[in-house]
């Protein structure tokens, strides 16, 4: 346990630096300090976020595997198929948003887009595409690398997904209203073809 409590508080620390930097009042108090300077705010969002996953990554790869399970072949190519899914999944979404999203679009004017309510594409299947695949991944990846500290990082990063998948929704239904209401009603939150966790 020793080991993997340092790892639960990354992720936590993760999880709510996260938040913080995506509040709505945080931001609103940085624009008023920032002025002009504030368009730069997502791209250092990003930087701060992909410095604390690669702090928790490079921790991880450090720590001693303790195999719950043999993988056997049959796992191998059953779950293979999952995990090259989810990764498709996160593909497609960071495609599509990769500039938006990283706040690198600051950098380019020319690809700044203002986004919408999007409906359509994966969207029509699960409101939250990304963190779908990002999960899917995640758990496939786990069944064919079984390692205690990997189940860790699973119910860590999975427990804040929902989370912030939850936030999410609260701040797009205060966006777009009702239109949105029918689009939740229509679509499920995280986990496709399936009753709605939200």
Not at 77 to 93: D, E, Q, Y
Not at 130 to 140: E, H, R, V
Request: a positive charge.
């Amino acid at each position: 346990m020793g080991f993997y409590l340092p790892l639960i508080l990354l992720w936590v620390l993760f999880g709510l630096s996260h938040s913080l930097l995506a509040a709505e009042w945080w931001k609103g108090w940085v624009a008023s300090v920032t002025g002009v300077y504030f368009r730069y705010y997502r791209l250092v969002y990003s930087f701060i976020a992909l410095f604390l996953l690669v702090v928790i990554i490079v921790y991880e790869l450090r720590l001693p595997a303790d195999w719950l399970w043999r993988t056997s072949p049959v796992l191998l190519i059953v779950f293979s198929i999952p995990a090259l899914a989810g990764l498709l999944i996160m593909g497609i979404c960071i495609r599509r948003y990769f500039f938006y999203l990283s706040g690198i679009d600051v950098l380019f004017p020319a690809r700044q887009v203002s986004l919408g309510l999007a409906t359509g594409g994966l969207n029509r299947y699960v409101r939250h595409p990304l963190y779908f695949g990002t999960l899917l991944t995640m758990w496939s990846f786990f069944v064919l690398l079984p390692a205690m500290h990997y189940l860790v990082t699973c119910c860590m990063v999975t427990v804040y997904t929902w989370l912030g998948a939850v936030l999410e929704e609260k701040k797009l239904r205060k966006e777009f209203g009702e239109v949105y209401a029918d689009y939740q009603r229509r679509v499920p939150m995280l986990i496709p073809f399936k009753m709605k966790l939200g």
